[in-house]
């Protein structure tokens, strides 16, 4: 039985989807303001690992992943650049689907845009207003918290000091800002605006998602992701809305990641320290060390994000490469020993049963690590045959289509000047000319190729990010 933390019930529940075999999933995507961070891309990849995980477990998934390309950091960001919100937006779109498939993340069926999507959001405020869960101040319409007795009971907020009436602007706010928020503002000069029958305007963040996911996966669904900093307000905001409007209940299950932190210190804009992927990237961070990194840790945990644990990350990962490396290009006797095979049942039941507990990632981890170990002994000792090395490469990829950080097809292949290298170092030492043989090895090594010879021939892995040609 798989079994989650309920942010909305506050306990770890068995998981049942509405439809059995099917799971529908939202996920907050970004914002397009400004690049992502890799404190954004932390709870991508944990949303990433969870539906990875729920199909291998047999379910098919229909994920939904937003795009807010309007709200007031986009509008402001446009108009101090001068230019219109879709010319503003369009760069950091594009730069955030750069980021995902650097990080091996499997696109979603839908990635609906806030602009896309206004006529949705109009019909879902006028019914809050024929509902009589919202109403109408200065050309804005706001949704009355007082006519949703329930509010609160995702964040657990104390709402003893809520005036009635008392309206809050802002897409986001603190805590302690427990207001009527808007659903559709009014015109601004200078602002994006649209003409519809709720007036001139622009809509609220949060109503953005509760139109989205009611067209794309219905009245109730049955996984609702995000951030923690998304529970107060705009996950509180959404379940008041969205479930005013059908009466029915809006989301089976909610699941927060926590907060990746740098050096002890939240990741931040505001204090600058935060890291933009494309830029690591181009220091020769290899991104797969990154995803490692980031979902290595328990998602309800604080991860901090320092040098020696992308260390530690990249070495961890390492030893999985050099494992797959040592099973693809070693000759191993013909035959089955039986031992791998059922040494990789009970490691896949193992990996499975942590990542039923919550996604216990520590537990799952540690079954593929001792599983590697204990191959690797078989290895070193000359006691693998082919048929147990076909079973141990079958287990690791089967188990890394939730992991996601092995090397993708060809991502190891070397551009053909290496190669020529690499022939031209091993015609060197045919003619037994060696210093020129430990001249283009060294040059290898520095661009961060190893070799490796051996009675069957060279054999070559590569250090971190491939060579360029």
Known sequence: MIRFHNTLSGRVEDFRPITPGQVKLYTCGPTVYDFSHIGNYRAYIFEDMLKRFLQMSGLRVT?????????????????????????????????????????NILPAEHYP??????????????????????????????????????????SKIDLAGLSPGQRIEADEY???????????KKAK???????????????????????????????????HCGGVDN????????????????????????????????????????????????????????PLDLRFLLLATHYRKTLNYTSETLAQAQAARQRLRDFLYELDHRTF??????????????TRAKFLEGLSDDLNISTAMTALFEFVRKVNIRIAGDTLRHGDAVRARG???????????LPRAAEDALPAHWLQKIQEREKARREKNYALADKLRAELLEAGILLEDSKEGVRWKVQGRAPQA
Request: glycine share 10%; net charge negative; proline share 3%.
């Open 63 to 103: 994920h939904i992943m937003n795009i807010t390309d309007v709200d007031d950091k986009t509008i402001r960001g446009a108009k101090a650049r001068g230019v219109s919100l879709r010319e503003y937006t369009e760069v950091y779109i594009q730069s955030f689907f750069d980021d995902i498939r650097a990080l």
């Open 113 to 154: 845009r806030a602009t896309d999507h206004i006529p949705e959001m109009v019909r879902l405020v006028r019914g809050l207003l024929d509902k009589g869960f919202a109403y109408e101040k200065d050309g804005s319409v706001y949704f009355s918290i007082a006519k949703f007795p329930a509010y609160g009971r995702l």
């Open 174 to 184: 603190e805590k302690e800002s427990v207001h009527d928020f808007a659903l559709w």
């Open 189 to 223: 000069e200078g602002e994006p605006a649209w003409e519809v029958e709720l007036g001139p305007g622009r809509p609220g963040w949060h109503i953005e998602c509760s139109a989205m996911s009611l067209k794309y996966l219905g009245q109730t669904f049955d996984l």
């Open 231 to 286: 529970i107060f307000p705009h996950h509180e905001n959404e379940i008041a809305q969205s479930e005013s409007y059908t009466g029915t209940t809006f989301v089976r299950y909610w699941i927060h990641c926590h907060h990746l932190i740098v050096d002890g210190q939240k990741m931040s804009k505001s204090k600058g320290n935060f890291f933009i992927l494309k830029d690591l990237l181009a220091q020769g961070l290899d």
């Open 333 to 346: 006797p013909e035959g089955e020993t039986g031992e791998v095979g059922a040494l990789a049942d009970d």
């Open 395 to 405: 287990l690791l990829v089967e188990l890394d289509s939730v992991l996601g950080v």
